[in-house]
């Protein structure tokens, strides 16, 4: 349960949202792209990215100097989406969670 609390309190600011919208959309971003589209310096830019990382929302890789990340599917698709899933699902049948 703990992994599934630091997923959702990784999904729970906006920014990071911003930020796994951008990579959901593009596939894989470099560092740079995402300070440039939100307007935020390097140290804020790689503080969310380490929220998400520790949350194992995504992955990266170096190449060079830049820093690339994508998302981590398999963990997003068995933590908070299969969790909601699972919880949509028992409230239809009116079922307690």
């Known amino acids: 349960m703990d992994e599934l609390s630091e997923m959702f309190k ?3 600011d906006p920014t ?21 589209a939100l307007d ?7 503080h969310h990215m ?3 990382r520790h949350a194992g929302l995504v992955f990266h890789r170096r190449e060079g100097q830049r ?3 994508r998302i981590n599917r398999e963990t997003l698709e068995s933590g908070p989406v299969a969790f909601l899933c699972d919880l949509a699902e ?7 969670a």
């Open 10 to 12: 990784a999904l729970g």
């Open 16 to 36: 990071r949202l911003r930020i796994m919208r951008m990579l959901a959309e593009s596939g894989e971003i470099c560092v740079c792209k995402i300070q440039e």
């Open 40 to 46: 935020m310096g390097q140290s804020a830019v790689s």
């Open 50 to 52: 380490a929220a998400l």
């Open 67 to 69: 820093i690339y990340y």
């Open 90 to 96: 028992r409230l239809a049948k009116g079922e307690a």
